[in-house]
Structures are given as C-alpha cells and as structure tokens.
C-alpha cells in the first residue's frame, strides 16, 4: 500500500473517532454542569474537558473565560481548533475523499452525508437546550460510519489501517480522561453526590456505567473505575483492550507485508505485556497521575514510530 494512502486511512479512522469521543465528553460534562450548579458546588467542569481533550492552551490564547457557551462553541465548531467536533468531521472527509476507492459505498455515505449536514450548522444549531440532541446525532452517524466499515470493509490493509487509527485514539482519549479526573480515582471512597457523579460521568463518558455494574456488581469505588478503564480487557475502550487491538492489527499488517517489523511492533507490544502484568493497588500506590502522563506520552510516542514506520519510510 502507498504510505499516502496508509497515512490517509489510517487518520480517517483517528478523526471520526475522535469526533464521538469529544460528542460523548460534551454531553455528559452538559450534565455534570447542570448537577454541581444544582447543588451549588463548585467544580470547574467545563475546564476540565478542554483539559481531557488537549485543547486548553488553544481555547485561552482566543477565551479569557471558560463559560458553557464558550467551550461548547469550541469543541464543536471553531475552525482554530482541529480536535473539535466539526474539523475532525471535515478532516475525515478530507483523508476519506482522498482514499475514496478503498471506501464501501456505506462508508462514504455515512461520512459524506454527515458533513454535508454539518458543513451547514451553526452556534444556534447546538447550544442551549439543542446541544444533546445534536450530540446524540454526532455519536449516532459515528457509530454508523463505524458500523459500515464492520459490515461491508474487505479484510485488507486499507481496514487494517483504519482500525489502527481508531484503537490508537481511544488509547489516547480514555488516558486522557482519567488523567484529568486522577485525584478522584485516586481516593479512598466517594465522599460526596457530587464525587459521585462525578465517578459516574467518568464511565459514562466512554459509554460503560452500565458494564461496570455489571462486571463488579458492587457501588461505585474510585479504584474499581480506574482498573476497568486501564486494565480490564473486556471493556473495549480501557487502556488494555486498545493495546491488545492495536498489537493484533500491527500484527496483522506485518504478515501482509512479509513479516516486515518495526519499532512500533516492540513498542506496543512492550506496552500491551506490561498492562496484563500490572495491578491497579500498584499503579495507584506508585502514583496515578504519573502513570496516565506516561500513558499519554506513550501514545503519542507509538503513533509517531507507526507513522515513521509506514508513511514516512
């Protein structure tokens, strides 16, 4: 495969998940607002997210303040931030336009009809009272590109791709939103409703409160989060079932390419043996906040040795 190619793919599969990710942060830090003003408590939520999403210094160099209005607008529309909602949208398109062969006609449809909506929306089209319907739409036409890519991709290189792009961004976006909530999950207990909720607005932000309680059948405990979210592989999008992804679709890519390894081959799987190894009483005792720094670093590190293994070699 071209790297141009690869390197298209494999960001188109980075955007729209980045994109659903940053829709379902949005909406349940909407709820969480709207819960600490009820209780008059004070807790910066909206900071926060821009901080779970690596778009704090970008907001501030044009905000000096992070109201509701402010971060909503950009996260989902300002054209100075690429991670938002409708750039990563428009990026995609850009990289998919661009591989427009190796598409299904589903995967096209999805992405080309979705920004054909959102080309055309505006600050009126999402705040307010119509932010989690246009949320819920956001995640809706993810999981329909995403459903389309798993029903009707041939098995090649080019879905490989595709889904190393998306495994890698949810390693990235699940760390990130740990990161940001580690003096939480570092506690002994949950001493208030607003802890909480605010534990509850974790998982739900990656769609597992319900498989939590189902796994551990028990209330909320700040240590049991963390671990689902960084070392239980059947939750899909904890830290471990993205590397054990990303080590099989690399993998996968090698016997394609004639067995053809690099350091990006070592790298996650050094990662993926050390995540199976590990125990969260360890990790919390050695200090949360440092392990997910490393953790972030760490993906951004391996999708660097990815790209300068298949695209820029």
Same mark, same amino acid.
């Given at each position: 495969?071209? #790297?141009?190619?690869?390197?298209?793919?494999?960001?188109?599969?980075?955007?729209?998940?980045?994109?659903?990710?940053? @829709?379902?942060?949005?909406?349940?830090?909407? +709820?969480?607002? @709207?819960?600490?003003?009820?209780?008059?408590?004070?807790?910066?939520?909206?900071? #926060? &997210?821009?901080?779970? $999403?690596?778009?704090?210094?970008?907001?501030?160099?044009?905000?000096?303040?992070?109201?509701?209005?402010?971060?909503?607008?950009?996260?989902?529309?300002?054209?100075?931030?690429? @991670?938002?909602? =409708?750039?990563?949208?428009?990026?995609?398109?850009?990289?998919?336009?661009?591989?427009?062969?190796?598409?299904?006609?589903?995967?096209? #449809?999805?992405?080309?009809?979705?920004? %054909?909506?959102?080309?055309?929306?505006?600050?009126?089209?999402?705040?307010?009272?119509?932010?989690?319907?246009?949320?819920?739409?956001?995640?809706?036409?993810?999981?329909? !590109?995403?459903?389309?890519?798993?029903?009707?991709?041939?098995?090649?290189?080019?879905?490989? !791709?595709?889904?190393?792009?998306?495994? &890698?961004? /949810?390693?990235?976006?699940?760390?990130?939103?740990?990161?940001?909530?580690?003096?939480?999950?570092?506690?002994?207990?949950?001493?208030?409703?607003?802890?909480?909720?605010?534990?509850?607005?974790?998982?739900? @932000?990656?769609?597992?409160?319900?498989?939590?309680?189902?796994?551990?059948?028990? /209330?909320?405990?700040?240590?049991?989060?963390?671990? !689902?979210? =960084? &070392?239980?592989?059947?939750?899909?999008?904890? &830290?471990? %079932?993205?590397?054990?992804?990303?080590?099989?679709?690399?993998?996968? *890519?090698? +016997?394609?390419?004639?067995?053809?390894?690099?350091?990006?081959?070592?790298?996650?799987?050094?990662?993926?043996?050390?995540?199976?190894?590990?125990?969260?009483?360890? *990790?919390?005792?050695?200090?949360?906040?440092?392990?997910?720094?490393?953790? *972030?670093?760490?993906? $951004?590190?391996?999708?660097?040795? *990815?790209?300068?293994?298949? =695209? +820029?070699?």
């Amino acid at each position: 495969m071209l #790297s141009r190619t690869a390197d298209s793919l494999f960001w188109l599969g980075r955007y729209t998940e980045r994109a659903g990710n940053l @829709s379902r942060a949005l909406a349940v830090t909407s +709820r969480m607002a @709207s819960l600490t003003d009820e209780l008059n408590a004070e807790n910066d939520q909206w900071r #926060s &997210l821009l901080i779970a $999403a690596g778009s704090e210094p970008g907001f501030f160099r044009h905000h000096k303040e992070a109201t509701e209005e402010n971060v909503v607008d950009f996260l989902v529309r300002d054209p100075a931030n690429p @991670s938002g909602v =409708i750039p990563c949208f428009s990026a995609a398109r850009q990289n998919g336009r661009s591989v427009r062969t190796a598409l299904t006609v589903d995967m096209w #449809s999805a992405l080309s009809d979705s920004w %054909a909506h959102l080309r055309h929306v505006t600050a009126a089209d999402f705040q307010g009272g119509k932010l989690p319907g246009f949320l819920e739409w956001v995640r809706e036409r993810v999981l329909l !590109f995403n459903g389309a890519a798993m029903d009707t991709m041939l098995r090649d290189e080019a879905w490989l !791709f595709v889904q190393l792009g998306t495994a &890698l961004e /949810r390693a990235d976006n699940t760390a990130r939103l740990l990161d940001v909530k580690h003096d939480l999950l570092s506690a002994q207990a949950l001493d208030s409703t607003v802890q909480h909720g605010q534990c509850q607005a974790v998982l739900l @932000s990656v769609s597992a409160l319900r498989a939590f309680h189902w796994t551990y059948r028990e /209330r909320l405990d700040p240590a049991r989060v963390a671990e !689902f979210l =960084i &070392l239980k592989p059947e939750m899909p999008r904890s &830290l471990a %079932a993205c590397y054990a992804r990303v080590c099989e679709l690399l993998d996968a *890519i090698a +016997r394609l390419q004639g067995g053809r390894r690099g350091e990006c081959h070592r790298l996650a799987g050094e990662v993926h043996a050390r995540l199976g190894a590990e125990r969260i009483e360890g *990790i919390l005792k050695s200090g949360l906040h440092e392990y997910l720094t490393q953790a *972030i670093d760490g993906v $951004a590190t391996l999708g660097g040795e *990815i790209e300068a293994f298949y =695209i +820029r070699s």
